[in-house]
């Protein structure tokens, strides 16, 4: 008799695509701190300014903390396969 897959896998796979996309949005903004240079970016220069917003904290830039939420997300992925696989 089959067993119906545990709620928790469904949950884990979302947390981890979750922080992967955070992940990777923060560490994509963390190496591009200079402004684009193209003509067009450069009509619009006078609106761009960049974020001076700290995401964490000063101690932990956001390039490492995006590298440490992508890891993050891996690894719960991995859990949730795992997971899936022993209960199925």
Do not use: H, K
Not at 3 to 13: G, I, K
């Amino acid at each position: 008799m089959n067993r119906p897959a545990p709620r928790r896998v469904p949950v884990l796979y979302a947390m981890s695509a979750t922080c992967a996309a955070i992940g990777a949005l923060l560490w994509v903004r963390g190496g591009s701190s200079a402004p684009p240079m193209r003509y067009a970016d450069y009509l619009a220069a006078d609106g761009y300014t960049s974020s001076a917003w700290r995401v964490w904290s000063r101690a932990v830039p956001d390039e490492r903390l995006g590298l440490y939420l992508v890891v993050a997300g891996i690894a719960l992925a991995v859990a949730a396969r795992v997971i899936s696989v022993r209960r199925g």
